[in-house]
């Protein structure tokens, strides 16, 4: 009984010691609020303001981060503003001499966060008047990339007095300054009256002033009154097109330069300097910005060669590298797999080619039967051969291709070729009808993309109805551009010219495809 008792006392102090324990607190909620402000001086939507500095004074600590970036000041600051912390205050000193009557705006941003947490007093505005008048008059807009359409993040909005120059974006500070938020909106606030100049300017080197030819740039044709209504106010923001031509990269391979250009090349003229090999060039070829030159086998002695383009003229040093005895003529890619029944087969070799010998090449099916069919080069790419078959047979096929079916410039044949391949058939793809109504442009680009945006299928033409056919299910985007010049291609704009970017039309929602099936759309045009 004893024992018994005694257990149930160190029971019972054991408890009592639990109780006492002390335990961590565990702390409150975290704190998710802005800083508030308690005071300014002077008072925000001050007349007359003759002061070189004003104060913000908060409830807590307070911190500016990125105000560099963040910060908006319009009309725009020579000097930088200038700022340093005080307790819970924050003092802001102005170096530059306030324009008289005017109405100023400093735009925080979300620069001024609190201390502990980094919450930010999310797009906070300081505004005063040099004069006995707040501005009051605003507007709203949005800025998007003239080619995609997307969103321009990171452009800043001028505004200029309608009579200042046309070249006054190149050479002076605007009168007003706006920045676009994530979705590409811009909102312009304490605006006196009057006409202006609007332009979007992402803005490289952060001085306000369209001065580099990178820089993308944006502008309205017309005059902006904001007493107008003028909330569908859209820029298209491009990039001037660089005429100066030049040689990026410069690459030596057997028997043949790679040469890469800047911009797309076309009909570059070759000739040796100083050295005379007759027939030196064999073949010029074409992809993208890239030119290779395939040319004879030569000394390993070092040659210069003149390159001119129209407005271009290079000179490039290169030791020629002649083909190995062991180099071979052979495929890039397999002749394996599925074949599209709408496609003759593909054969890219690695070197360009002069002849091709029908006679050694033998198409069968999977019971032997030999099957009929036509080979040629592609005008488009010495490199490859197409081979048609007039009926896709179910089934596999065989392709057997013996030693010397192909030769290319340099006189080497291909060693013997086999794979096997089958097609598919038209129930395995979809078609697309599009009709596009009210589009006013005489000539039109009509893009079929994939779902990042790559061209798939283009047409030229100045027809309201376009038909993709065999197209493999997946989802598809439509675009169409507005080719004014008639050159096949989408053009950027001129400011100093002012013409503006050629315009884009990009359907807005993605079109699905599936197997033996035939989608139509009417694409109705919004002017």
Same mark, same amino acid.
């Given at each position: 009984?004893?024992?018994?008792?005694?257990?149930?006392?160190?029971?019972?102090?054991?408890?009592?010691?639990?109780?006492?324990?002390?335990?961590?607190?565990?702390?409150?909620?975290?704190?998710?609020?802005?800083?508030?402000?308690?005071?300014?001086?002077?008072?925000?939507?001050?007349?007359?303001?003759?002061?070189?500095?004003?104060?913000?004074?908060?409830?807590?600590?307070?911190?500016?981060?990125?105000?560099?970036?963040?910060?908006?000041?319009?009309?725009?600051?020579?000097?930088?503003?200038?700022?340093?912390?005080?307790?819970?205050?924050?003092?802001?000193?102005?170096?530059?001499?306030?324009?008289?009557?005017?109405?100023?705006?400093?735009?925080?941003?979300?620069?001024?966060?609190?201390?502990?947490?980094?919450?930010?007093?999310?797009?906070?505005?300081?505004?005063?008047?040099?004069?006995?008048?707040?501005?009051?008059?605003?507007?709203?807009?949005?800025?998007?990339?003239?080619?995609?359409?997307?969103?321009?993040?990171?452009?800043?909005?001028?505004?200029?007095?309608?009579?200042?120059?046309?070249?006054?974006?190149?050479?002076?500070?605007?009168?007003?300054?706006?920045?676009?938020?994530?979705?590409?909106?811009?909102?312009?606030?304490?605006?006196?009256?009057?006409?202006?100049?609007?332009?979007?300017?992402?803005?490289?080197?952060?001085?306000?002033?369209?001065?580099?030819?990178?820089?993308?740039?944006?502008?309205?044709?017309?005059?902006?009154?904001?007493?107008?209504?003028?909330?569908?106010?859209?820029?298209?923001?491009?990039?001037?097109?660089?005429?100066?031509?030049?040689?990026?990269?410069?690459?030596?391979?057997?028997?043949?330069?790679?040469?890469?250009?800047?911009?797309?090349?076309?009909?570059?003229?070759?000739?040796?300097?100083?050295?005379?090999?007759?027939?030196?060039?064999?073949?010029?070829?074409?992809?993208?910005? *890239?030119?290779?030159?395939?040319?004879?086998?030569?000394? $390993? !002695? @070092? %040659? =210069? /060669?003149?390159?001119? +383009?129209?407005?271009?003229?290079?000179? *490039?040093?290169?030791?020629?590298?002649?083909?190995?005895? $062991? !180099? @071979? %003529? =052979? /495929?890039?890619?397999? +002749?394996?797999?599925?074949?599209?029944?709408?496609?003759?087969?593909?054969?890219?070799?690695?070197?360009?080619? @002069?002849?091709?010998?029908?006679?050694?090449?033998?198409?069968?099916?999977?019971?032997?039967?030999?099957?009929?069919?036509?080979?040629?080069?592609?005008?488009?790419?010495?490199?490859?051969?197409?081979?048609?078959?007039?009926?896709?047979?179910?089934?596999?096929?065989?392709?057997?291709?013996?030693?010397?079916?192909?030769?290319?410039?340099?006189?080497?044949?291909?060693?013997?070729?086999?794979?096997?391949?089958?097609?598919?058939?038209?129930?395995?793809?979809?078609?697309?009808?599009?009709?596009?109504?009210?589009?006013?442009?005489?000539?039109?680009?009509?893009?079929?993309?994939?779902?990042?945006?790559?061209?798939?299928?283009?047409?030229?033409?100045?027809?309201?109805?376009?038909?993709?056919?065999?197209?493999?299910?997946?989802?598809?985007?439509?675009?169409?551009?507005?080719?004014?010049?008639?050159?096949?291609?989408?053009?950027?704009?001129?400011?100093?010219?002012?013409?503006?970017?050629?315009?884009?039309?990009?359907?807005?929602?993605?079109?699905?495809?599936?197997?033996?099936?035939?989608?139509?759309?009417?694409?109705?045009?919004?002017?």
């Amino acid at each position: 009984m004893r024992t018994i008792k005694y257990v149930g006392i160190i029971y019972c102090l054991a408890l009592l010691f639990a109780c006492a324990q002390v335990v961590a607190p565990t702390g409150g909620l975290k704190d998710i609020t802005p800083p508030e402000i308690l005071s300014l001086v002077p008072e925000n939507q001050s007349l007359s303001f003759n002061s070189n500095s004003f104060t913000l004074e908060f409830d807590e600590y307070v911190v500016l981060k990125d105000l560099k970036e963040q910060l908006i000041v319009s009309p725009p600051l020579k000097y930088s503003l200038q700022s340093r912390t005080k307790g819970k205050k924050l003092l802001f000193t102005i170096k530059d001499t306030l324009k008289e009557n005017t109405t100023y705006v400093f735009n925080f941003g979300n620069s001024i966060v609190d201390l502990n947490e980094g919450n930010s007093l999310t797009n906070f505005q300081y505004v005063f008047s040099t004069g006995t008048v707040i501005d009051s008059l605003s507007f709203s807009g949005k800025v998007v990339d003239a080619f995609n359409l997307t969103a321009e993040e990171e452009a800043v909005l001028l505004l200029y007095p309608s009579s200042s120059e046309d070249s006054a974006v190149s050479k002076q500070l605007p009168s007003f300054v706006s920045r676009t938020n994530d979705e590409g909106d811009f909102t312009f606030t304490n605006l006196a009256k009057g006409e202006y100049k609007l332009f979007s300017l992402v803005d490289k080197n952060d001085n306000y002033i369209y001065d580099r030819p990178d820089e993308k740039i944006g502008f309205l044709m017309n005059y902006i009154n904001p007493e107008d209504d003028s909330s569908k106010i859209k820029l298209f923001s491009f990039v001037l097109t660089d005429k100066k031509q030049f040689i990026e990269k410069q690459e030596v391979f057997e028997n043949h330069l790679e040469i890469t250009f800047k911009s797309k090349p076309v009909d570059v003229e070759c000739n040796l300097i100083d050295t005379i090999i007759n027939n030196f060039i064999e073949h010029v070829e074409y992809e993208g910005n *890239i030119v290779r030159i395939w040319h004879q086998s030569a000394t $390993s !002695a @070092k %040659l =210069k /060669l003149s390159l001119a +383009l129209p407005n271009f003229t290079d000179t *490039i040093k290169f030791t020629p590298r002649a083909l190995q005895d $062991s !180099a @071979k %003529l =052979k /495929l890039i890619a397999d +002749l394996n797999g599925k074949q599209n029944f709408f496609e003759p087969i593909s054969m890219i070799f690695n070197r360009p080619l @002069k002849g091709i010998k029908k006679e050694f090449v033998k198409i069968s099916d999977a019971d032997s039967n030999v099957i009929d069919f036509s080979i040629d080069f592609d005008t488009s790419n010495i490199k490859r051969a197409l081979l048609k078959i007039n009926n896709a047979p179910e089934g596999n096929i065989i392709v057997q291709i013996l030693p010397g079916a192909f030769e290319d410039l340099y006189g080497i044949k291909n060693d013997s070729i086999s794979g096997a391949l089958y097609f598919n058939t038209a129930e395995d793809f979809g078609n697309l009808m599009v009709k596009v109504k009210n589009m006013n442009a005489k000539n039109l680009i009509v893009q079929l993309t994939d779902a990042k945006g790559k061209v798939l299928k283009e047409y030229f033409t100045k027809d309201s109805l376009y038909t993709f056919k065999n197209l493999a299910p997946a989802n598809y985007g439509l675009k169409l551009i507005a080719d004014d010049n008639k050159n096949r291609k989408w053009d950027t704009g001129n400011y100093y010219e002012k013409r503006q970017a050629e315009r884009v039309i990009i359907y807005n929602e993605a079109i699905g495809i599936r197997q033996n099936w035939d989608k139509e759309i009417i694409w109705i045009i919004k002017q």
